[in-house]
């Protein structure tokens, strides 16, 4: 059914993203929320994970901060190398907390 997910051997129930309400049968223009997107990162794995917190989570820019800070044990953070332009002044804010918090940074050469 979701052929990106079958590629990497992941069960649909780990996907988490952006939805709209479908009624009888047609798609419609109203988001479910919350929205994936900035703290709504947060309510959603809250959501899914019934509360519970996960040991990993790793994001790329300042908008994963309060989806990351839920990480019992690591958050991660996820850059490239050259910063990729739409996201370069997010990544490197993220970089400098993630500096001061002790977190750990995979950098990844394009």
């Known amino acids: 059914m979701l052929p990106a997910l079958d590629e990497i051997g992941l069960d ?3 996907l988490i993203a952006a939805e709209t ?3 009888n049968g ?3 223009d109203q988001v479910v929320t ?3 997107y900035r703290e709504g990162k947060r309510l959603c ?3 899914s994970l019934n509360k519970t917190h996960p040991l990993l989570v790793a994001g790329n820019s300042m908008g994963d901060i309060s989806m990351m800070e839920m990480a019992s044990v690591l958050p991660l953070v996820i850059t490239f190398l050259p910063h990729l332009s739409e996201v370069e ?3 490197k804010e993220l970089i400098a907390l ?5 977190w750990p940074r995979q950098v990844f050469r394009l």
């Open 21 to 23: 309400r479908v009624i």
């Open 26 to 28: 047609v798609i419609t």
């Open 98 to 102: 993630a500096s001061k918090r002790k």
């Open 89 to 91: 002044a997010s990544e």
């Open 34 to 36: 919350p929205l994936p």
């Open 12 to 14: 649909e129930k780990f």
């Open 45 to 47: 794995l809250e959501k």
